[in-house]
């Protein structure tokens, strides 16, 4: 399946700071979803996203549907130590079973 | 909640063994998919089923089988495990063909070291 551009590939940040990180596709998706992954364990769906435009939150996180349907976008506001982790995008194209992923955006909290 | 649960989380096999990891979900869902996740390719999927006995390749199948019995039980077969197979291999479920129901939920994942 298509892969999807993630970025950035992997960042450091400040406990307290809002971070970002986006999702790009050459095609059109339908549905979008975060995932975190902690390490050792499998990916736990954070937040899904079914109209282009659509902002929603859980929490601390925010996540939009590009106006293009070719992307999203992940907010974290004011970063904890728990949030470290891999965050991933993943999107679904009309008619398919199948998620396309991102290979992923490793976050590390500064204490 | 989804629960999806894998057979074992780590597992140490030898060269040309036959392997079988299963998954199980508890939620009614009607698709099942497994993955292989390794550092720098991210999830790769290997096979997904949309119904009992129903099964469709992925992106990687080849060196892999797959067995879908009953709807809640999905196995991944290595016919004759080989050292590239050694991975973090990743079971998920969704609950059917529409809207929320894409949504894919995973389970903790299985260590697979082959030596």
């Known amino acids: 399946g298509q892969q999807l551009n993630q970025s950035p590939q992997s960042m450091f940040i400040q406990e307290g700071e809002d971070v970002s990180m986006n999702c790009t596709s050459s095609s059109i998706f339908n549905t979008w979803l975060w995932y975190k992954q902690d390490p050792g364990e499998g990916p736990v769906l954070l937040i899904a996203l079914y109209k282009a435009g659509e902002l929603t939150s859980n929490g601390r996180l925010t996540a939009q549907f590009g106006i293009t349907r070719k992307d999203s976008f992940l907010n974290i506001s004011a970063s904890i130590p728990s949030d470290v982790g891999i965050y991933f995008c993943a999107g679904r194209r009309s008619n398919d079973y199948k998620l396309s992923f991102g290979a992923g955006t490793t976050v590390t909290v500064r204490a | 909640d989804v629960k999806v649960t894998q057979s074992s989380r780590y597992l140490v096999k030898r060269t040309g063994e036959k392997v079988f990891l299963e998954c199980v979900q508890d939620m009614d869902h009607e698709n099942m998919f497994w993955y292989r996740q390794d550092p720098g390719l991210g999830l790769r999927l290997i096979y997904f089923?949309?119904?009992?006995?129903?099964?469709e390749k992925g992106d990687i199948p080849e060196g892999y089988s797959v067995s879908r019995e009953k709807k809640e039980r999905f196995s991944l077969i290595l016919e004759s495990a080989s050292t590239n197979q050694t991975s973090m291999y990743l079971c998920?479920?969704?609950?059917?063909?529409?809207?929320?129901?894409?949504?894919?939920?995973f389970g903790p994942g299985t260590r697979l070291t082959v030596t």
């Open positions: 089923s949309y119904d009992v006995k129903m099964k």
């Open positions: 998920a479920s969704s609950l059917g063909p529409a809207g929320p129901s894409y949504e894919q939920y």
